[in-house]
Nanobody, 118 residues
Framework: VQLQASGGGLVQSGGSLSLSCVAS??????????WYWYRQAPGKERELVAG???????DYADSVKGRFTISRDNTKNTAHLRMNNLKPEDTAVYYC???????????WGQGTLVTVSS
């Protein structure tokens, strides 16, 4: 299984970006797993930004609620993270992840850099 994240870039404060994550390979192994976006800023620990479990329940970090939206398209094995009203503190490498609490399966993408200038 491979997860390919894309869509990062440089944007001004207040701007928007959409990240995408495409799953490929033996996607059968991804059944039942949720989609998650994490980020890691320089000098900080990786943190969960947004997640959607297999039942489409969503969860967001308090810092991004109302600004970020996670979505998925099962027909394309793809998830998206729409990020609006970006702030400099959103600058980080964003990682796509798939996992489930009941499973040892845990897959990571390579990360995509988001830089928000003030």
């Amino acid at each position: 299984v491979q997860l390919q994240a894309s869509g990062g870039g440089l944007v001004q404060s207040g701007g928007s970006l959409s990240l995408s994550c495409v799953a490929s390979g033996d996607v059968y192994n991804l059944r039942g797993l949720g989609w998650y976006w994490y980020r890691q800023a320089p000098g900080k620990e990786r943190e969960l930004v947004a997640g959607m479990d297999d039942d489409r329940n969503t969860d967001y970090a308090d810092s991004v609620k109302g600004r970020f939206t996670i979505s998925r398209d099962n027909t394309k094995n793809t998830a998206h993270l729409r990020m609006n009203n970006l702030k400099p503190e959103d600058t980080a490498v964003y990682y796509c992840n798939r996992h489930a609490a009941f499973s040892a399966r845990d897959y990571w993408g390579q990360g995509t850099l988001v830089t928000v200038s003030s």
